[in-house]
């Protein structure tokens, strides 16, 4: 069928996009870019060096910026990303993605059909972007994995010259995600069923794709180490650092007890009810809030159930107040299970934060958290992953260790903060230059 090219270009989404420019860059994302600052932190640089940036974003995150009356709204162009949560979506998608792993890894037909499933209105996208000039740019950058073979289709593409880089802040090869207690047992059969067909499409998708992007960066050591052990492909660790921040001065929650800050997402893989039963086990006098993110509110009251005079869960403050709020607690807990590599390797932006408002961190044994630690002396980490050496940090840590640690967070927070790193960030970003010659869509399929 002839396409009208008026007719596309006068109905297109494209026609709010930044105009032909050397420096154009993406940014494809599943999540709100406001409300992850390693996002926020990409896009500040990537617009500082003189970049327009366009954004591919969710249907439902768009509407999420226009009620909060963003000017990114206005830039962004809805992508229908493969997610969807009732059983016959799923089933139909489960379908496909089996089809898929049958076919040859470097089939056509097997590429095409991972396309649809993470981007089901991927070939009017192209066609639209094509035909308005909104397919050429400098500079993709990809947050999720479900989208990079999206925007290697748009690399391969582009008229000119294009850097592929992708974030993986988290990487989920193994992920043992844990599910709601308050489930059937069939419910929980099928679950675990979509969730092992879910992490085989996560795999490949790591496997066969992040090879041809650019640059791929992470957040910890531990983390690059576990993608070059399964994909093979080498990455840059640059941390999540928050900004630099002045040294707040408030007034301590309490002089009675040790008092200690968790904030964060309410994640059934972090299980948080572990913190809550350790400071109830602890004998020392000791004092937990939990400001919480609703990330599960199912989850969020059941551990409402189990807090005591010693644990309370408040509601989460603004980023913006977050550093000052947390200096008035005596020590910041960023405390994970090891359920699964993303959790062991964990280097989190509170961890950082915590330096920020100089108060010091108890850690899980993650090596990276560790080595931080230990080279600065701003806090403690448990000595293995069970729950009784967690109590027993609780109860080791006294007011004259919390003094001296911070006294060394002042020091470590001019180290560790978004202004002193930001050009690794740059680097990782733009690399010396931007690459020559564009990808080849030949070697992709």
Known sequence: MKVNVREVCKSSQFSNITPPNPLRALLLTLSNPL????????????????????????????????????????RAIPIDAGYTRTIKARISRNFLSTISLLLN??????????????????????????????????????????????????????????RLVVELRDYYWHDRTAFSIRESLSKKMVWLFFRAKAQSNRRHLYRRYLPFADQVFTVSNSLSRE????????????????????????SRSSKDSLQFIYHGLALRKRKHENLIKAFQAASAEIHLVLYLVAGDELYIEELRALTCGRVEIREPVPYAKLVEEAARYDVGLAYFPDDDSTMR?????????????????????????????????????????????????????????????????????????????????????LGSELPQGKGSREKLV
């Open 345 to 429: 390797g964990a280097l989190p932006n509170k961890f950082f934060e915590y330096f920020q408002s100089r108060i010091p961190v108890l850690a899980s044994p993650s090596e990276d958290m560790v080595k931080i630690l230990n080279e600065w002396g701003t806090g403690w980490a448990t000595k293995d992953w069970s729950f009784g050496s967690l109590v027993e940090c609780l109860e080791s840590i006294t007011p004259e260790m919390v003094t001296e640690a911070q006294q060394n967070c002042e020091r470590a927070a001019r180290h560790f903060c978004f202004e002193t790193n930001r050009s690794q960030l740059e680097q990782v970003l």
């Open 227 to 250: 993608i070059k052990e399964t994909t093979g492909v080498a990455s840059r660790v640059v941390y999540s650092l928050p900004q630099f921040a002045e040294a707040p001065v408030v």
């Open 105 to 162: 890894r470097r089939s056509k037909v097997r590429h095409r059909i991972v396309l649809s499933l993470q981007v089901p209105e991927y070939n009017r996208i192209l066609t639209e972007s094509k035909l308005t000039g909104g397919i050429d740019y400098s500079l993709i950058l990809v947050e999720e994995i479900q989208l990079l073979p999206f925007a290697l289709e748009l690399k391969s593409r582009s008229s000119i010259s294009t």
């Open 35 to 74: 409300k992850k600052q390693r996002i926020v932190r990409s896009v500040k640089v990537v617009e500082d060096l003189g970049f327009s940036i366009d954004y591919f974003l969710t249907t439902k995150t768009i509407e999420e910026l226009k009620a909060d009356s963003s000017s990114i709204a206005e």
